[in-house]
Nanobody, 122 residues
Framework: QVQLVESGGGLVQTGGSLRLSCTVS????????TGWFRQNPGKEREFVAA???????LYADSVKGRFTISRDNAENTVYLQMNSLKPEDTAIYYC????????????????WGQGTQVTVSS
């Protein structure tokens, strides 16, 4: 079993910053790739960023240059630093894990956290 727990969400003003954390426990070798997705009510869950065990990264175009994904393998934790936040970044942010190569597609991710709310006020 693999467990992913997100933290760090909250309310921030436009232009502000937040850092999300995702702590992975259990069979962590089953999730060498960790990704962040986000979702609003009535909308599909969309890819935000992902990172491999060795530090390779992938970003959605909408967050490139503003968000940075990183990981601390010793702590089994993945971070999402979000800068220059916009109201359209408001969503529930989910951490997800997968085996194999880095991917955008949410259906490739087998393990999911419960999510953390990020709200950006205008």
């Amino acid at each position: 079993q693999v467990q992913l727990v997100e933290s760090g969400g909250g309310l921030v003003q436009t232009g502000g910053s937040l850092r999300l954390s995702c702590t992975v426990s259990g069979r962590t070798f089953s999730t060498p790739v960790t990704g962040w997705f986000r979702q609003n009510p009535g909308k599909e869950r969309e890819f935000v960023a992902a990172i491999t065990w060795s530090g390779g990264t992938l970003y959605a175009d909408s967050v490139k240059g503003r968000f940075t994904i990183s990981r601390d393998n010793a702590e089994n934790t993945v971070y999402l630093q979000m800068n220059s936040l916009k109201p359209e970044d408001t969503a529930i942010y989910y951490c997800a894990g997968k085996y194999g190569s880095i991917r955008y597609d949410r259906d490739d991710y087998a393990y999911w956290g419960q999510g953390t709310q990020v709200t950006v006020s205008s």
